[in-house]
Nanobody, 126 residues
Framework: QVQLVESGGGSVQAGGSLRLSCAASGYVFRGYCMAWFRQAPGKEREGVAS????????YYVDSVKGRFTISQNNAKNTLYLQMDSLMPEDTAMYYC???????????????????WGQGTQVTVFS
């Protein structure tokens, strides 16, 4: 059974940092397109960052470029999202997502992702 389990959310002052983790079952993790999405109250789910496990190309939405970094630890089957210089507009529920490998790995449309975690809340206060 495919499982994605996020952790690491919390409340932080603007300018601070958080690191989110997503523990994935091995079948999902190897070779899959892995992504982070977020959803703020009243807004649509937005892609934040993505990458193929083991491949170099990464994708970031413009609003997080230079502040967020997506990475992975293959030995631990874990995906990370390092979030620095956080701003109040980053406040949202953050979700880990995965899909089978095809085409480019971009967190552009949540409908293309088959597997989802339960989410972890990130709150940034000013």
């Amino acid at each position: 059974q495919v499982q994605l389990v996020e952790s690491g959310g919390g409340s932080v002052q603007a300018g601070g940092s958080l690191r989110l983790s997503c523990a994935a079952s091995g079948y999902v993790f190897r070779g899959y397109c892995m992504a982070w999405f977020r959803q703020a109250p009243g807004k649509e789910r937005e892609g934040v960052a993505s990458r193929y496990n083991g491949a170099g190309t990464t994708y970031y939405v413009d609003s997080v470029k230079g502040r967020f970094t997506i990475s992975q630890n293959n030995a631990k089957n874990t995906l990370y999202l390092q979030m620095d210089s956080l701003m109040p507009e980053d406040t949202a529920m953050y979700y880990c997502a995965a899909r089978a490998p095809y085409g480019s790995c971009m967190a552009d449309d949540p409908r293309y992702f088959n597997y989802w975690g339960q989410g972890t809340q990130v709150t940034v206060f000013s």
